[in-house]
């Protein structure tokens, strides 16, 4: 019988599968982890303790186990454990059959080109963005490329465009430990705006960051609908705000979201 090709993003469910002849705990607890996060971005020791059913010190070092390699990054200020930079890159090299960076790179460069803004390719990550590939803009003044940088997604365009696929009730499960944290004065900092600011996106088909990640820079951003149901990405373009021209919103917003619809179109291509 021949084994079917696989799919981006099915996984048979355990009962389906072999059990292994010679289970290793600490090993089946580590992938265990790893498999929650994918469901919940974010995990507390307490949670990590009694999904696996064991003591606190054991979950605290197969914590801090992860987060030695990046699988894992610590919130300052909640405690909790999101993805770290490492199991993304981890994702992203396994599934060479759709590599998103590859695909997008031609958009970010004709939209870098077309614009004069530095382009970005981000993925979500819980809470926060990773940016992963990146074109520069050729100004003089310009905005610098942030790819490998983790940021808060309520204060970037892009993620702020990724946080617009969530529902409101999913927005306020993700935010249920602590509100959005002001970076600067023009932060949203409150579960009730970052919801109001979510619904402008929505209705706009994009989103926009007016200074709230760092002064002087602007950003729009939007997602990217992915060949896995529910999965996006995020294109964005940043620039210092001296540098652009009144009607630059609506003109970038537009060209964006026909950016958008081209690679969604071209991922759509592939089969796996």
Known sequence: ?????DRLGE???????????????????TLRILLLLRERNRLTLADVAAELD????????LMAMLSY?????????????????????????????????????PVLTE????????????????RDVLYVDGVESRRTIRAALRTGDTLPAHVTG???????????????????????QAVTDRSVSTVAGLLAEMRTARAAGYAVNRGESEPGVLSVGVAVALPEPGMFA???????????????????GARLKSAATELSKDMGAYRF
């Open 1 to 5: 019988m021949e084994t079917p090709p």
């Open 11 to 29: 996984m048979p469910p355990l009962s389906d599968r072999a059990t292994p002849a010679y289970p290793i705990a600490s090993v089946e607890n």
């Open 54 to 61: 064991i003591a606190r010190s054991s979950a605290h070092r």
């Open 69 to 105: 390699y990046d699988f894992v990054r610590q919130d300052p200020a909640s405690r909790s454990f999101r993805p770290g930079a490492a199991l993304v890159d981890v994702g992203l090299s396994a599934v060479r059959a759709l590599d998103i960076r590859a695909l997008a790179r």
């Open 111 to 126: 939209l870098a080109a077309a614009t004069e803004m530095t382009a970005h390719l981000a993925l979500p990550r819980g």
């Open 158 to 180: 892009v993620g702020k465009a990724l946080l617009a696929t969530l529902t409101d009730d999913q927005l306020r499960q993700l935010y249920r430990d602590a509100p959005p």
């Open 234 to 252: 995020g294109i964005g373009l940043v620039c210092p705000e001296a540098s652009v021209a009144p009607d630059w919103e609506s003109r970038i």
